[in-house]
């Protein structure tokens, strides 16, 4: 009598027979499930290779797949394989439902359920800059986090994963807090995911290495491109109210606001309004101080313009929502409305007629760092001018 193969050996010939019948199975994405289908039932040997190489595709498809082919599996190596593959596929990072299967129970997932999942992000540092974790519970296992920093300009900078117990992440944000004064905040963790992804995006468009393992990590929370959502702030404080009363005057408020002294604007964003800062400053003509004090002020308010305008005001919109919930969930509801009134008047793409005196505080504060740089930097370069 034969001996009968083992489940191992029926594996890789009906991998064989899948490649044979035109299925490349190496990096194999959902795009293969409706062929997968199609192959099973044809035989043991195939039947166990593609719930085999369902435990490779981390997506939520692979999952209801496999969970479909374990209710109407009759052979106990079949079922032992496919529970096998739905543990590989929470070892990735996707839920699997608890419930009873057949003859034994599925394995318990490594990651708890999505309504789980918890977000945390830090204040807007002065270059467009936040630090983002997404969290998901392990039962048993502590945390599995997305730990990233991510730039509104540049895209993602950084992202890495790590498996850590509570206690050290509330010892993380607390390092955080004694090292940089900075606090993480709690956020919708949909919106978390979808800054993160949305910078993903565009720090691959920009050809940035390093993110090969985006997806893989990202896995614990999705696979898909999140959906866009209105701002979490926006259910916290109604932009109409928040630009009551003087709202323009009280705005400069904010720089005066920790998390604020080291917000500069951008040097190209600049670029533009420098050097007819410069040649304001030393022009030759003769300008009584009050032509003088109008003309600098002129040139703020087309920058503060710009900052309202195309992409720009976009990203200065974006910063200052993110402050404002950020304000908000640090206690300090009075600011917040500020940063609100700010972003919502930014929004409608013009300043409008009168100062918005944040901004033009910013615009100043900007290019007094900038002109000082300059300077500093014109020093420290060496002169070869011989001096009789």
Known sequence: MAKKKSPDEEIRRGLEALQQAGLSLDNAGAAILPRLEEEFGKGEHTDLAIVFALGKIADPAAVVTLLRLEKEARDKNLKKEIRRSLFKLSQKGLTIPEGKSGEEKPPTPTLARTSDIEAYMSAVDGTGGRLLWIVKPQPGH????????????????????????????????????????????????????????????????????????????????????PKAREHPVYQRLRSEDARQGAWRELSRRLLDEQEFRFWILDADWLAPFLGQLQEAQTSRLV????????????????????????????????????MAFYLLETARTEPAKLALAVAAQIQDGDPGP??????????????????????????????FIVKP
């Open 142 to 225: 502590g945390l599995q986090t997305i730990q990233a920093m991510i730039n509104d300009r540049e895209g993602l900078m950084r992202v890495g994963g790590a498996q850590v117990r509570r206690k050290e992440l509330r010892n993380m944000a607390q390092e955080i807090k004694k090292q940089h004064g900075i606090t993480m905040i709690a956020v919708p963790w949909e919106y978390a995911d979808s800054m993160l992804y949305e910078s993903f995006e565009k720090a691959k468009a920009a050809g940035r290495s390093g993110l090969e393992n985006f997806h893989e990590l990202r896995s614990i929370v999705g696979t898909g491109k």
């Open 287 to 322: 300008l009584n101080p009050m032509q003088k004090e109008e003309r600098l002020a002129g040139i703020v308010r087309d920058t503060v313009k710009t900052l309202c305008a195309g992409e720009a005001g976009k990203i200065m919109q974006r910063r200052l929502e993110d």
């Open 354 to 383: 009168l100062d918005i005196s944040f901004l033009t505080g910013l615009a100043q504060k900007s290019f007094a760092f900038h002109l000082s740089q300059q300077k500093s930097k014109a020093e420290e370069e060496p002169s």
